[in-house]
């Protein structure tokens, strides 16, 4: 389903009023800015439930808008049991994703869904893949995970990732109605190499970052993280997270953040754990200007020059 990185770079993109590839010999138009939304929840091992609050917060986001709405990772499941998310996992033309392009469709908006139990290779093993609908209800693009979490956290949870999913190897941006996107997934927070690519190599312009980031690490570093990604690339972010107690044994640090290019915050619930939206206008002229007034990209040394023998 991933469209071709090199079909998409193809484009000739602008910070202005502009036209985006569809892939499809088709063309949307982008205004100078566009409203979008950061959705926040805490997903159980169910999948209607979680469909049915994804459902609602779709619609606050319609109303009030917004033309993009995010999720977080693990928007459709967070099982209980070790082994539940292999037992859920589906392919993409499955019945859980259709439920989520039909939502799509019939709300009129873009979804980024932030991490999708997708069916892996074998039995044993799944993809975790940040899926972007567009409002026609046809998957645009997906990326898969690149960067598993396999950590000891003190004072938190053991957890191994890789033990039972896939890692990405693609770098993935897509050329939208909300500017060009670069897609990421939680964990890939902590590697700034990937958000450098995204921006200098591949001209980002959005960042993605769906997470469920620990209690513990999130306390410590999440907004951190998010404002220097923020501010190195100066791009947006828009990091929709998990919150809350999802099960006995699992918490996430919540606090849905939407950060601009100056790394200021412009929208964030009043409540860190609880369900619900918050909005915000891409300003592509702001964009423009923070990279005018500070030209990074032609300060930057280039790879060879970090290569080259002591």
């Known amino acids: 389903m991933n469209f071709c990185l090199n079909t ?8 202005a009023v502009v036209s985006a590839s569809t892939g499809a010999g088709k063309s949307i138009p982008m205004a100078n800015s566009v409203r979008i939304a950061a959705a926040q929840m805490t997903s159980v091992n169910n999948l209607a439930v979680n469909f049915a609050t ?3 917060l779709v ?9 993009l709405l995010c999720f977080p990772e693990n928007f459709s499941f967070v099982g209980d049991l070790e082994g539940e998310s292999l037992k859920i996992a589906e392919p993409l033309d499955g019945p859980i994703m259709k439920g989520y392009c039909s ?25 975790n893949t940040h899926v972007l609908i567009d409002d026609n209800g046809n998957i645009r693009s997906t990326y898969s995970k690149m960067h598993l979490f396999d950590v000891d956290v003190p004072g938190g949870a053991v957890y191994k990732e890789s033990s039972f999913t896939e890692a990405g190897k693609d770098i993935v941006v897509v050329d939208s109605p909300f500017g060009r996107l670069g897609v990421t997934v939680c964990y890939d ?27 513990v690490t999130g306390q410590a570093h999440w ?53 619900g939206i918050t909005v915000a206008d891409i300003d592509f002229s702001l964009i423009d200007s923070v990279r005018a007034k500070m030209p990074v990209s032609k300060h930057r040394k280039p790879a060879e020059f970090w290569n080259r023998s002591v």
């Not at 619609?59 to 033309?67: Q, R």
């Not at 990604?229 to 990091?239: G, H, M, N, S």
């Open 54 to 56: 994804c459902s609602r």
């Open 223 to 275: 907004e951190i993280l998010l404002r220097a990604r923020a501010i190195e690339t100066q791009c947006y972010v828009i990091a929709a997270a998990q919150a809350g107690k999802h099960n006995d044994k699992r918490e996430s640090y919540g606090d849905t953040l939407i950060i601009d290019p100056w790394g200021t915050i412009v929208g964030r619930l009043s409540d860190r754990s609880s369900t």
């Open 8 to 15: 998409q770079l193809s484009f000739p993109y602008k910070c």
């Open 103 to 127: 939502l799509a469709r019939e709300s009129n908006i873009w979804l980024s869904l932030g991490g999708f139990q997708e069916k892996g290779s074998d039995d044993a093993h799944l993809r």
């Open 59 to 67: 619609k606050e986001a319609a109303s009030a808008g917004a033309k």
């Open 189 to 215: 927070l902590r590697f700034p190499e990937l958000y450098q690519q995204l921006r200098f190599n591949h001209d980002a312009q959005v960042l993605l970052v769906p997470a469920a980031f620990t209690t």
